[in-house]
């Protein structure tokens, strides 16, 4: 490289012959020359940060117009569910967008920024990133979807079998509640029954808080009971219901001369006959009684007076019961008398529990076969009117009673108990009936509320001790069962007509 000769030409100065304000004037347009070109510099990198946040915008606003695309579809789906009310055998199952899952917390969606960490201003690598991210989180398509947010829908779609379609078939060939004479006699027409019953199952079960049911009772009857009370102590001389256990029973031989009309019959202190409370001695009783009830109380006509006489005879009627209870047995010492009242209670409270399960089976049965029967089209309706017909002929005492046990892993199951006079083909429509129950959420989760009953039903099962339902439909019953009654049982029983059961096939 050549370099310049400093004497080929007057044009070149040298610094050292620059004078000192030449040499400043000269170091501060340098200076300025550096820091526009620092300033260039900023205003391309804001061009590219501006270009950047232009692109995240347009993004945004996609990603929202998708959001709103996804809305609108819901609602018009959701519209035409309920003008079809598409029943839950056309359910799809589906992925649902990724939900990020904290430790000790509830499951719940994280905001978008923390789900990736920001690159650097000038990543190349960013905006592919944002990208992708947007990709995992688009909204999904809902069109055909149907969430399970009722108590049905688990089971198989049900048809009649052998039964006409209801296009060719007439009416009457369906079967219906009309079909079934119902066990009460008076209990109004099937469209009444129909109405009444998709009026309580129809909707899912509420959960709000309902006041326990109320004894039916008007200040009046309510200060006659305190009236006949109070008589009843002072005429039998206790102050509560407890104090009669210390009383001692009626004379035996007085009470059965004054019943064979060779005794005065009952004298102070009274004393009633425990053994025969409808007997002859109590009823001269009631009339001592209504006699010292009218000097304090007025008695205004016989509609009263029967009130009165009734209350009298219904408290005797529990007097007698606390006795039964807690009477004491010959050698029994006070030990062994409150281990048998305990067991007494004990087993109360078990049958009631029992009769609740009971009560509690035949609404979530109920629930399903409602729910279908208004979800359902064609075939598969037919179906499930037969089956809820036939739900609500047994009704609650129509039932299966369970009894609770601890299986080997220590979890309570209930083993179902037999009837031996319902016909078998019923329990068959039972577990069609309970097979169709949906005990999970859109989320394959348990359902909120009580957890189902674990019901197991075993090969030789215990049972019951419940009498048969009468009033049923002749074809109700096991025929080996009704074969075995005496005609005098079968009186008893009234069972009316026999109705068509048709086969459920699935």
């Not at 592919?128 to 779609?157: S, Y």
């Not at 009654?485 to 048709?502: H, M, N, S, Y």
Request: charged share 30%; proline share 6%.
């Amino acid at each position: 490289m050549e370099h310049p000769n400093p004497g080929d030409g007057p044009d070149v100065i040298m610094k050292s012959d620059l004078r000192p304000e030449d040499a400043e004037r000269s170091l501060h347009l340098q200076q300025m020359e550096q820091m526009l070109a620092k300033v260039q510099q900023s205003d391309q990198k804001m061009a590219e940060l501006m270009g950047h946040a232009e692109r995240m915008h347009n993004m945004m606003a996609e990603a929202n117009a998708r959001a709103e695309r996804a809305e609108a579809q819901a609602r018009t789906l959701a519209e035409k569910l309920e003008e079809l009310r598409v029943g839950p055998s056309g359910a799809l199952d589906v992925v649902m967008p990724p939900v990020v899952s904290r430790s000790g917390m509830e499951r719940q969606e994280v905001p978008q920024d923390e789900l990736y960490e920001a690159g650097d201003e000038g990543d190349p690598d960013e905006e592919a990133e944002i990208e992708n991210v947007q990709a995992t989180l688009l909204p999904a398509n809902l069109a055909g979807i149907h969430f399970r947010r009722t108590i049905i829908g688990a089971g198989p779609v049900l048809r009649l079998k052998d039964v006409p379609t209801r296009s060719n078939a007439p009416t009457s060939a369906i079967p219906t509640t009309a079909n079934l004479n119902l066990p009460g006699g008076n209990v109004g027409t099937s469209s009444e029954m129909n109405v009444s019953r998709t009026e309580k199952y129809g909707a899912p079960k509420s959960r709000e808080f309902k006041l326990p049911p109320q004894r039916f009772t008007t200040p009046d009857r309510t200060a006659r009971l305190a009236s006949v009370r109070n008589v009843m102590n002072k005429f039998f001389d206790i102050a509560k219901d407890a104090d009669v256990l210390f009383k001692p029973q009626a004379d035996e031989t007085e009470v059965e001369a004054f019943e064979n009309d060779e005794g005065p019959g009952p004298t102070p202190p009274y004393l009633p006959d425990w053994f025969n409370i409808k007997g002859a001695w109590n009823h001269a009783l009631l009339l001592l009684f209504m006699e010292e009830y009218a000097k304090q109380y007025t008695i205004e006509n016989e509609e009263d007076q029967d009130v009165i006489s009734k209350m009298f005879m219904d408290r005797l009627f529990r007097l007698r019961k606390n006795i039964k209870h807690v009477k004491r047995r010959a050698g029994e010492t006070n030990t062994q008398l409150s281990q048998r009242y305990l067991a007494m209670h004990a087993r109360v409270l078990r049958e009631q529990r029992r009769n609740s399960r009971r009560n509690e089976t035949f609404e979530t049965r109920s629930r399903i076969t409602v729910q279908n029967r208004m979800a359902q089209r064609g075939e598969a309706k037919d179906s499930w009117e037969h089956l809820d017909s036939i739900l609500e002929t047994l009704g609650a005492g129509g039932m299966s009673s369970d009894e609770s046990e601890l299986d080997s892993d220590g979890r309570k199951v209930y083993y179902v108990k037999g009837m031996s006079w319902r016909r078998k083909t019923l329990t068959a429509r039972m577990i069609i009936i309970d097979r169709d129950r949906n005990i999970t959420t859109a989320y394959n989760n348990t359902r909120p509320g009580n957890p189902p009953r674990l019901r197991k039903r075993r090969n030789n099962p215990t049972d019951t001790a419940r009498n048969a339902l009468p009033g049923l439909p002749i074809n109700f019953y096991d025929r080996n069962w009704y074969s075995q009654l005496t005609d005098r049982q079968k009186k008893e029983i009234r069972a009316v007509p026999a109705v068509e059961l048709f086969e459920i096939v699935s």
